[in-house]
């Protein structure tokens, strides 16, 4: 199975802040990346796929990048409604998994 | 537009079945290049995939769950199921169903999830 790590498992930032979450592949995925927002007591929703390919009505602050095994989401300027935990998956290949999860909080 | 809606019991006991069905509304359930999906969420836990299945029945399965699984499609009904059996404290979780987009890789949408608890 393909072991998705996320880092960090959470980070505090300010409303306008840039922030970079990484995810990381036990073995080369090429682009087969998505990443998912979810937030308290909702289920996910799809930000992009593909790497870096924004899903319709995702705003364009959200950017994606990498290739192989080492994946970048960055949110340019973090606003209120950014708050939430942001999850990667592969789909690569199955099993289907996903990342553990990095919790973005207000400062 | 396309929405999903799981329902089922939301407390199981011990060694038994816990049974989901996922209705779909707002387009169609036999669109080609479309699996419908399972994943699961233990409390405080990451995304758990659980399996896909096919209009026509063809499934994708975890391998640590393929035993204790079954999924099944209702096309004239536009459902999806679930069946897990012989449960146990580690299969409490938030059950989401989803569409699954085998050119993509992604899950999109969801629906809103259904906690299911296992406990005597």
């Known amino acids: 199975d393909i072991q998705m790590t996320q880092s960090p498992s959470s980070v505090s930032a300010f409303v306008g802040d840039r922030v970079t979450i990484t995810c990381r592949a036990s073995?080369?995925?090429?682009?087969?990346l998505i990443w998912y927002q979810q937030k308290p007591g909702k289920a996910p929703k799809l930000l992009m796929y593909?790497?870096?390919i924004l899903q319709t009505g995702v705003p364009s602050r959200f950017s994606g990048s990498g290739s192989g095994t080492d994946f970048t989401l960055t949110i340019s300027s973090l606003q209120p409604e950014d708050f939430a935990t942001y999850s990667c998956?592969?789909?690569?290949?199955?099993?289907?998994?996903f990342g553990g999860g990095t919790k973005v909080e207000i400062k | 537009q396309l929405q999903l809606q799981e329902s089922g019991p939301g407390l199981v006991k011990p060694s038994e079945t816990l049974s989901l069905t996922c209705t779909v509304s707002?387009?169609?359930?036999?669109?080609?290049?479309?699996?419908w999906g399972w994943i699961r969420q233990p409390p405080g836990k990451r995304l758990e995939w659980i399996g896909n299945?096919?209009?026509?029945?063809?499934?994708n399965y975890d391998l640590s769950l393929k035993s204790r699984i079954t999924m099944s499609v209702d096309t004239s009904k536009k459902q999806f199921s679930l069946k897990l059996r012989s449960v146990t404290a580690a299969d409490t979780a938030v059950y989401y169903c989803?569409?699954?987009?085998?050119?993509?890789?992604?899950?999109?949408?969801w629906g809103q999830g259904i906690l299911v608890t296992v406990s005597s």
């Open positions: 989803a569409k699954y987009d085998t050119d993509l890789g992604c899950f999109d949408p």
């Open positions: 707002g387009g169609s359930i036999t669109t080609s290049s479309y699996y």
């Open positions: 299945i096919y209009y026509s029945g063809n499934t």
């Open positions: 073995q080369d995925i090429s682009n087969w």
């Open positions: 593909s790497t870096s």
């Open positions: 998956q592969q789909a690569k290949s199955f099993p289907l998994t």
